[in-house]
């Protein structure tokens, strides 16, 4: 699936593949409300969720790395750290 297929998708049929096959990486939370960040194939999904209304307000999705960097600093490399100290 490309990040076209993805965006061309009906809402409901969209939120299935999020549920069945997103990978959650981090969530951020700020006073407008929370961004929450997950990978699909080779794309990134991010959905906002105001804290004013109880739903996700907007989703944005993107391919360019460049685009994660206020992500880097909320995802834990812990679990990784652990693996490859087992090794």
């Keep these: 699936m490309t990040l076209q297929d993805f ?3 009906e ?3 969209r939120q299935e593949v999020m549920n ?3 990978v959650y990486l981090c969530t951020v939370a700020e006073v ?3 961004f929450t960040l997950f990978q699909l194939e080779n794309f990134y999904v991010e959905v906002f969720c105001s804290s004013k209304y109880d739903e996700d307000s907007l989703i944005i999705c993107f391919e360019d ?3 994660l960097e206020p992500y ?3 995802i834990s ?3 990784v750290y652990e693996i490859l ?3």
């Design 65 to 67: 790395t460049e685009l």
């Design 11 to 13: 809402p409901d049929i």
């Design 72 to 74: 880097f600093k909320k």
């Design 7 to 9: 965006q061309s998708m």
């Design 85 to 87: 100290k087992r090794v």
């Design 32 to 34: 407008a409300g929370e």
């Design 77 to 79: 490399l812990a679990p």
């Design 20 to 22: 069945e096959q997103a």
